[in-house]
């Protein structure tokens, strides 16, 4: 198999707020060949956020269901309070059509696909800074104080782990990331 076909799937990870769902959409608003998996969660959908757009936004029974089925490729609590996971057959689907897949996960879910799908290429999306990335989670203004405070502890947690990853892109410039990303993916821009 080919460098390229074995990194079909890219996975994207790095720590809360550092706009790994801005670089995503980028991707999929520019780079149409990308297909980007979209992950279930438990939590509530932020402002301008769409169900099967942004996130699958399922209660506890419908993600209980998916986990017990298998229907999911990796799953974790995020943050400690609301759960994420990916829908498997989406993936497995694209992947079969030769498609370039595009996961947007955290930490931990990068591990599980790590675990399944070791020949995947992974991707730690870094901020400029800490301040920066501090910043960007207090300016988005979608959490408490209590919960910027909870994401900001794992993020330092997160930050220790790009180590873990193929390659870090730092997210300076969002146009910027996002072809460094799709170049990693090892399509033509």
Known sequence: MSDVARRRLTVLAGPTAVGKGTVSAFVRD??????LSVSATTRSPRPGEVDGVHYHFVDDARFDAMVA???LLEWAVVHGR????????????????????????????ARQVRETMPQARFVFLAPPSWDELVRRLVGRGTESEEERERRLRTAREELAAEPEFDVTIVND?????????VQQMGLAI
Do not use: C, K, M
């Not at 520019?30 to 297909?35: G, I, L, T």
């Not at 990916?86 to 079969?96: N, Q, S, W, Y």
């Not at 410039?173 to 072809?179: F, G, L, Y």
């Open 30 to 35: 520019q780079y149409p060949q990308v297909w």
């Open 173 to 181: 410039d969002v146009q910027r990331a996002s072809a460094a990303l």
């Open 82 to 109: 609301n759960r994420y996971g990916t829908p498997r057959g989406p993936v497995e689907a694209a992947l079969a059509a030769g498609q370039a897949a595009l996961l947007e996960i955290d930490l931990q879910g």
């Open 69 to 71: 089925g298998g229907e």
